[in-house]
């Protein structure tokens, strides 16, 4: 089984790999099950440059992310690219896998990541959000596949089966961007 530590304390404790790993990190609207989540696949670290409230990684890196929207949001009909800030990833709906699940929530998951070759920032987590570092393994894809139907149903409260079919959907796009940490 993969090793998962929170992000911030594997960075203040030196306990991070940085020849490759996955970060998960999630931002849950206080007011709904409105959910943003952010997997980050990097590798070849050559410097973190911590701040207040942040982590910068100078590092490649590739980036899904995942919306879960709840059927009574009033602007569901914007495409994500276009919405407020805390609402909003980067894509336009022609360009994400949406699943709607029996109570008419939407997830919505982007087909392909976005590639950053030079620098990405990590956000500390604040309130009920997180952001959880996940050590390569042989069963990788696997254990996200299973974090992300555990933390769709508890967390974004979507039903059991709709939560494992996007979390399947999820992890074939995934698979995309694990990349087996090269030892030196």
């Known amino acids: ?12 404790e030196s306990d991070f790999p940085t020849d490759g790993g996955f970060i998960v990190s999630s931002f849950f609207d206080e007011n709904s099950t409105y959910t943003r989540y952010e997997a980050v696949s990097y590798s070849n670290v050559k410097d973190i440059y911590a701040s207040e409230n942040s982590l910068t990684f100078q590092a490649e890196g590739a980036k899904v992310y995942i919306l879960v929207e709840p059927r009574n949001y009033a ?10 800030a805390e609402y909003q990833i980067p894509y336009r709906f022609k360009e994400l ?9 939407r997830i919505m998951i982007a087909k392909e990541p976005v590639i950053s070759y030079s620098a990405f920032t990590i956000l500390e987590p604040t309130g009920n959000n997180f952001s959880y570092l996940f050590y390569y393994s042989e069963n990788i894809v696997a254990e996200i596949q299973a974090f992300f139907a555990d933390s769709f149903r508890k967390d974004a409260r979507i039903p059991l089966r709709d939560s494992d079919k996007a979390a399947a959907v999820f992890a074939s796009v995934f698979k995309k961007i694990v990349i087996p940490p090269v030892s030196n």
């Open 1 to 12: 089984m993969a090793k998962m530590k929170e992000l911030f304390a594997a960075y203040r």
């Open 75 to 84: 602007k569901k009909h914007i495409e994500p690219a276009y919405r407020e």
């Open 97 to 105: 896998e949406i699943h709607t699940s029996a109570r008419d929530d």
